[in-house]
């Protein structure tokens, strides 16, 4: 059975497969053009994708030969699952793995925002390091202050874990169903979408991206919010306008915005949001960390192993593939 990789991964993941006897193909250009990618798919049984191609019908109909995906993610937003569920394509994906590197960023962010990290150290390094003044750009402390978690799962419950711990934060969430976990542990209390956005001080993206959330936060959503409010997303940059969270940044509407992903990815250089003090934005880093990382790859390679031995992936974004 062919697997292709197409960018080097941590050595388990592929030391896994090729002692499970199955034939890596790894290009060594690490950077694939379309037309090349499509090449190495022409000739696989099994993909284990990294970064944002995209699965679509197009593809699906155009590649018979393919016959499982391993991402090398936990969202699937990348792929179109009813497309996928049609032709019994098991879509493999990395929970669990990253949920503590992907909350730490989103918790870095909310505190960098709150102290103005950002624009203190362009300040340093521009040789900006003023005179002392007692009411110059003041943060803010998150001791006591409600985090909301849109979408509470495995990572929205790390990062309501660390704010409850650290800042002894009220967590209230919005998600498909309630997590009792939370409520029991954390004392997170289930409240409307428009409660979220109107009782935060920091509110928080986790969800799984669907085109049905499509920019949900958008300037309706940003005039809602508190005005010493903070926007944290590490999820998928589509859960946000970022026009509209530019002029709500611009306008005062909100605090600041913390961002590990944007929209459209990667954003531009010269992006105005990048020039405002009020903002914190990092190149989608959530779950680049070596344990993260060495832990995508391996569960990658056992979701492989177990669909070549004709097993279930024992982490599947489409179970019902199996029924
Ligand atoms: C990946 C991610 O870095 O897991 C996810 O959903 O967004 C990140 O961990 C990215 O998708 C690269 O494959």
Not at 271 to 277: F, G, M, W, Y
Request: aromatic share 10%.
């Amino acid at each position: 059975m062919k697997v292709f990789i197409n960018k080097r991964i941590p050595e388990i993941g592929i030391q896994m497969l090729e002692e499970a006897g199955l034939e890596v193909v790894l290009p060594k250009n690490a950077d694939l053009s379309h037309d090349e990618w499509l090449t190495y798919c022409k000739d696989s049984d099994v993909i284990l994708n990294v970064g944002q191609n995209k699965y679509d019908e197009g593809f699906f109909e155009q590649f018979p030969n393919v016959k499982a995906i391993a991402l090398f993610s936990v969202g699937f937003d990348s792929v179109d699952i009813e497309q996928a569920n049609q032709r019994k394509i098991p879509i493999g994906n990395t929970p669990d793995v990253l949920s503590r590197a992907t909350s730490d960023i989103a918790f870095l962010l909310m505190q960098s925002v709150a102290r103005r990290a950002s624009y203190y150290f362009e300040q340093v390094k521009s040789d900006l390091w003023g005179d002392f003044d007692p009411l110059h750009a003041l943060g803010q402390e998150l001791y006591g202050k409600t985090l909301g978690v849109f979408g509470l799962g495995r990572i929205g419950f790390e990062m309501a874990e660390k704010c409850k711990k650290a800042f002894d934060m009220n967590i209230i969430y919005h998600n498909r169903s309630h997590n009792e976990e939370a409520e029991k542990k954390l004392g997170a209390k289930y409240v409307s979408f428009d409660e979220l956005v109107n009782q935060s001080d920091v509110l928080s993206v986790h969800a799984n991206f669907t085109e049905e959330h499509s920019e949900i936060f958008d300037e309706s959503v940003f005039k809602k919010m508190k005005s010493n409010s903070i926007f944290i997303n590490t999820a998928r940059g589509g859960f946000h306008n970022q026009k509209h969270l530019y002029n709500a940044l611009v306008d005062k509407e909100i605090w600041g915005a913390g961002l590990d992903v944007t929209n459209p990815e990667p954003m531009m250089y010269d992006d105005p949001i990048l020039k405002l003090s009020n903002v914190c934005v990092l190149p989608h880093i959530g779950s680049a960390t070596i344990e993260a990382r060495n832990g995508m790859a391996k569960v990658a390679a056992e979701n492989i192993i177990a669909f070549s031995k004709g097993e279930k992936m024992p982490h599947c974004a489409n179970p019902e593939v199996y029924k």
